[in-house]
């Protein structure tokens, strides 16, 4: 079992910046895949970013790329997504995922942080 708690949002105007964090705990998180995913009112959960544990590599949605930045820091077993330039249109509930590599899928997730860019 993996635990991930998320913390870090807020509300920001536009332009601004934030930077989520996402520890984990209950199980090896070097050996974790990690990923942020959004949830916007009346719409589904999407991808944002994510990061592999065996080489670091990381993705991006396309809506974020150049102003997010996922990384990891397996010493404190957190995750982080650096958010620049906010958007309004980036408003959501911003969860964290894990995914080990005998899954296809994201198995565990957070509670979720709520993020909220006014215009």
């Known amino acids: 079992q993996v635990q991930l708690v998320e913390s870090g949002g807020g509300l920001v105007q536009a332009g601004g910046s934030l930077r989520l964090s996402c520890a984990a705990s209950?199980?090896?998180?070097?050996?974790?895949?990690m990923g942020w995913f959004r949830q916007a009112p009346v719409k589904e959960r999407e991808f944002v970013a994510s990061?592999?544990?065996?080489?670091?590599?990381?993705n991006y949605a396309d809506s974020v790329k150049g102003r997010f930045t996922i990384s990891r820091d397996n010493a404190k077993n957190t995750v982080y997504l650096q958010m620049n330039s906010l958007k309004p249109e980036d408003t959501a509930v911003y969860y964290c995922?894990?995914?080990?590599?005998?899954?296809?899928?994201?198995?565990?997730w957070g509670q979720g942080t709520q993020v909220t860019v006014s215009s």
């Open positions: 209950g199980r090896t998180f070097s050996t974790l895949n």
């Open positions: 995922g894990a995914r080990p590599d005998t899954d296809y899928a994201y198995t565990y």
């Open positions: 990061i592999k544990w065996r080489d670091g590599i990381t």
